[in-house]
């Protein structure tokens, strides 16, 4: 099988889309060497992030003959690359597909992280929510299947946009394997050092934006003692939001805020910290959370998105407006060893259903069902 796959993330972003964009590209290829993988980018950009293709002889990279009108490439120009290559399926990994593919014989799923953009509007401005919906809209019509990566998505692509859930299929993503390793000792004092972390603390992940309601941590901390939360996010203007609140509050002594975090050292400071406060207002997945649990640490997350589907059962969850309840919580989790022990063991257990080769193996399936029904 010959797989195309739009991989502008996967070169281009470190986060989110290019995590997910790298993981399954990996996991595809890794399945069965006699498919063959192209990855269609409008610049090869240097990422060592994709240093695991070399590895692989069954993925080849394609980039548009001419520098020019690489944004025109990607969303139509491609459809001419892609028939002359021989693709059998075409793999949209971030909300869209090229205009006219359904119209020279290639087969196509395209991957739908969330609705963000439709949730909350006004992160986004008039003309990117119209570009944003114009985009999935057309990617949702055109493909043969659509996956959402939380049954939230999904959830939410019915109720929002009116596709057919029998169009749409659930598949979770994983995390990356770094966080199923134990770091060594020398590992994680070499991290502890640089970053002078005090020997236990909250820990709080993801870029530092509204919807992502660190504030909401922030304020409960008020109300636990003796602990530092140390935040490892990009920052935003939202963030002056929350530093106006610490220094109000006379907090500055409990709020670390890391800069410039390797991904090396991400895994060693999950693996120090006491317990992650993930109260986001929104998300597709939250990766995060499974990084979290993947790494040993007790989850505490918000109520009213795909959370409790990424952390489990055994994980905590409290209303996103609740800082009350988000103190009781830390505190009942930091009071009590045998519950931290039993949400770290329950937490992995949890994780291992989000492995790699059973999300490859649900995702080759899914391609095949495709190709079969043509």
Same mark, same amino acid.
């Given at each position: 099988?010959?797989?195309?796959?739009?991989?502008?993330?996967?070169?281009?972003?470190?986060?989110?889309?290019?995590?997910? /964009?790298? !993981?399954?590209? @990996? *996991? %595809?290829?890794?399945?069965?060497?006699?498919?063959?993988?192209? $990855? +269609?980018?409008?610049?090869?950009?240097?990422?060592?992030?994709?240093?695991?293709?070399?590895?692989?002889?069954?993925?080849?990279?394609?980039?548009?003959?001419?520098?020019?009108?690489? /944004?025109? !490439?990607?969303? @139509? *120009? %491609?459809?001419?690359?892609?028939?002359?290559?021989?693709?059998? $399926? +075409?793999?949209?990994?971030?909300?869209?597909?090229?205009?006219?593919?359904?119209?020279?014989?290639?087969?196509?799923?395209?991957?739908?992280?969330?609705?963000?953009?439709?949730?909350?509007?006004?992160?986004?401005?008039?003309?990117?929510?119209?570009?944003?919906?114009?985009?999935?809209?057309?990617?949702c019509r055109v493909a043969d299947q659509i996956i959402a990566i939380s049954q939230?998505?999904?959830?939410?692509?019915?109720?929002?946009?009116?596709?057919?859930?029998?169009?749409?299929e659930v598949i979770y993503q994983g995390c990356d394997p770094a966080f199923t390793?134990?770091?060594?000792?020398?590992?994680?004092?070499?991290?502890?050092?640089?970053?002078?972390?005090?020997?236990?603390?909250?820990?709080?992940?993801?870029?530092?934006?509204?919807?992502?309601?660190?504030?909401?941590?922030?304020?409960?901390?008020?109300?636990?003692?003796?602990?530092?939360?140390?935040?490892?996010?990009?920052?935003?203007?939202?963030?002056?939001?929350?530093?106006?609140?610490?220094?109000?509050?006379?907090?500055?002594?409990?709020?670390?805020?890391?800069?410039?975090?390797?991904?090396?050292?991400?895994?060693?400071?999950?693996?120090?910290?006491?317990?992650?406060?993930?109260?986001?207002?929104?998300?597709?997945?939250?990766?995060?959370?499974?990084?979290?649990?993947?790494?040993?640490?007790?989850?505490?997350?918000?109520?009213?998105?795909?959370?409790?589907?990424?952390?489990?059962?055994?994980?905590?969850?409290?209303?996103?407006?609740?800082?009350?309840?988000?103190?009781?919580?830390?505190?009942?989790?930091?009071?009590?060893?045998?519950?931290?022990?039993?949400?770290?063991?329950?937490?992995?257990?949890?994780?291992?259903?989000?492995?790699?080769?059973?999300?490859?193996?649900?995702?080759?399936?899914?391609?095949?069902?495709?190709?079969?029904?043509?």
């Amino acid at each position: 099988m010959k797989i195309g796959y739009d991989a502008k993330r996967a070169f281009y972003n470190n986060t989110g889309l290019g995590n997910y /964009s790298r !993981w399954l590209i @990996k *996991g %595809i290829a890794s399945l069965n060497p006699s498919n063959t993988l192209y $990855l +269609y980018t409008p610049k090869a950009k240097a990422n060592p992030r994709l240093n695991f293709v070399g590895d692989y002889p069954n993925i080849h990279t394609v980039t548009p003959k001419s520098k020019w009108f690489t /944004s025109w !490439w990607r969303s @139509k *120009g %491609i459809v001419k690359d892609l028939k002359l290559d021989g693709i059998d $399926l +075409y793999h949209g990994l971030s909300h869209e597909l090229p205009s006219d593919i359904e119209q020279i014989g290639i087969r196509s799923v395209v991957t739908v992280h969330d609705l963000i953009f439709i949730r909350f509007p006004k992160q986004f401005g008039a003309v990117n929510y119209r570009i944003y919906l114009a985009k999935v809209k057309h990617a949702c019509r055109v493909a043969d299947q659509i996956i959402a990566i939380s049954q939230k998505t999904k959830d939410d692509m019915v109720k929002l946009l009116g596709i057919d859930p029998k169009k749409i299929e659930v598949i979770y993503q994983g995390c990356d394997p770094a966080f199923t390793i134990e770091q060594t000792a020398a590992q994680k004092s070499a991290v502890k050092e640089k970053y002078n972390l005090p020997k236990h603390f909250i820990l709080s992940v993801g870029t530092i934006e509204e919807r992502k309601n660190l504030l909401l941590t922030v304020k409960a901390l008020k109300n636990v003692d003796d602990i530092t939360l140390v935040v490892v996010g990009k920052e935003t203007k939202y963030t002056e939001q929350v530093k106006a609140y610490i220094a109000a509050n006379n907090l500055n002594q409990r709020v670390m805020f890391l800069k410039d975090v390797t991904f090396a050292e991400l895994a060693a400071i999950y693996q120090l910290a006491s317990v992650f406060v993930y109260p986001s207002r929104y998300e597709g997945f939250g990766i995060p959370v499974l990084e979290a649990l993947n790494s040993g640490v007790p989850v505490i997350a918000a109520t009213g998105s795909c959370l409790e589907e990424a952390g489990g059962p055994d994980s905590l969850y409290v209303n996103p407006d609740d800082d009350t309840s988000l103190a009781e919580k830390l505190n009942q989790v930091l009071g009590d060893d045998d519950l931290r022990q039993h949400m770290i063991t329950k937490g992995r257990a949890y994780a291992a259903n989000f492995t790699d080769d059973k999300l490859s193996l649900q995702l080759m399936q899914l391609y095949q069902n495709i190709l079969n029904h043509a």
